[in-house]
Every structure is written in C-alpha cells, then in structure tokens.
T-cell receptor, first 112, second 113 residues
Framework: QKEVEQNSGPLSVPEGAIASLNCTYSDRGSQSFFWYRQYSGKSPELIMSIYSNGDKEDGRFTAQLNKASQYVSLLIRDSQPSDSATYLCAVNGMDSSYKLIFGSGTRLLVRP | GAGVSQSPSNKVTEKGKDVELRCDPISGHTALYWYRQRLGQGLEFLIYFQGNSAPDKSGLPSDRFSAERTGESVSTLTIQRTQQEDSAVYLC???????????FGPGTRLTVL
C-alpha cells in the first residue's frame, strides 16, 4: 500500500463548479498535511496546510482533514481554467516529522 | 522577498560525468530539503538539512549522490558518474523550521544522455 494515495485523474469539471480532490494516507501518526499545486513544467506551489481535524478555508480553497479516517481533501470553489494543474497531497511521516511523503498527484482540468 | 533559487535550470550531461546542482534557500530558513521528481511521478525525498545538525541522508538512492550545506545558506547536490536513470527534475525546498511549510525552488532539470 502506498503511503499517500491520490486518484491520478484527470478530474474534469466545468468552469464555475466545485472541484473535489481527495487523498488518503497510511501513517496514523501523521500530524501535518499540505496541498501543493503544480503546473506542467513548473515546481510545486504551496496552497494550503492543515494540522487539525475539520475544515480550513482560504479564499476559494477549503482543506478538510479527518484523522480518524486518514483522509484529507481539497475543495476548489468557482473553478477557473487557470486552476487546471496537478494537485499534490503531502503528509509528514511520524518517525521523521520533517520528511514529507507526497502522493503522485491528481490532474485537474477545468473546462471553459 | 526572494524565494528559493536553484541553478542551473537545465543541465544536459553525458553518462559517467559528475554534476553539481546548487540551491539558495529563502533567507532565514533553517531547514533545507532536496527532492527528485521523475517524469509523471510524485516527489521523492533525498536529503534534509537543519541548522548544524547531522543531515538526514536516508533518501539518497546510492553512494553516487552526496550533498552539502554551508551553515544555513547554500546547498549543493552532487551526483557522481551520472546514469541515465538519474534524469529527473531535482527540487530544493526550504522552511523556516523543520515540520513547517516547505517552499520549493524552480528546480533543475537534469538530462543524462
């Protein structure tokens, strides 16, 4: 079992819709969770961090964390074509808390 | 302020040559990380530096890979006797302290012919 799992996609949504990106992780001791956006040919850009169960909102982005279910998600409201990118979920490891374990990413396509 | 910078942005080399990649972290960031990203894949942790502590080299794939960091500034990743399998984008990140948010540089795309 992969440590951090994401559906590779592509997830295709129409402009203006809500895009929902999901991530599960295997290390029950993980405490820090991050979402990065990566445009093709570019480096990852941090979008959200979340450390506590529940929701965290920042503009059009909402991160949701459920540690009991080992599940973290990212919602993008009012999706724009410029949101089309690969979204990487990253989770810290329990034994080396500074070390991020990345999922392979979900490719999001927002159709105009 | 300035973000993480990396050089060169692209490097093409012949199999068997040595290469050196450079990373300048965000000023004041004590933690520095190197990752590798192969085409179409996720990021693979290579090495971590935190201040003057011993680095965590557990992700280095072979003894051909080594890295250094001078204090809390520049880091270099060296790959000796490069192989075609080393072709990837090498990403550097830094964070204010360990366990906090990591910010990535633009990466160095390495191609081994």
């Amino acid at each position: 079992q992969k440590e951090v799992e994401q559906n590779s996609g592509p997830l295709s949504v129409p402009e203006g819709a809500i895009a929902s990106l999901n991530c599960t992780y295997s290390d029950r001791g993980s405490q820090s969770f991050f979402w990065y956006r990566q445009y093709s040919g570019k480096s990852p850009e941090l979008i959200m961090s979340i450390y506590s169960n529940g929701d965290k909102e920042d503009g059009r982005f909402t991160a949701q964390l459920n540690k009991a279910s080992q599940y973290v998600s990212l919602l993008i409201r009012d999706s724009q074509p410029s949101d089309s990118a690969t979204y990487l979920c990253a989770v810290n490891g329990m034994d080396s808390s500074y070390k991020l374990i990345f999922g392979s990413g979900t490719r999001l396509l927002v159709r105009p | 302020g300035a973000g993480v910078s990396q050089s060169p942005s692209n490097k093409v080399t012949e199999k068997g040559k040595d290469v050196e990649l450079r990373c300048d972290p965000i000023s004041g960031h004590t933690a520095l990380y190197w990752y590798r990203q192969r085409l179409g894949q996720g990021l693979e942790f290579l090495i971590y530096f935190q201040g003057n502590s011993a680095p965590d080299k557990s992700g280095l794939p072979s003894d051909r890979f080594s890295a250094e960091r001078t204090g809390e500034s520049v880091s270099t990743l060296t790959i000796q006797r490069t192989q075609q399998e080393d072709s990837a984008v090498y990403l550097c990140a830094s964070s204010l302290e360990a366990e906090l948010e990591q910010f990535f540089g633009p990466g160095t795309r390495l191609t081994v012919l």
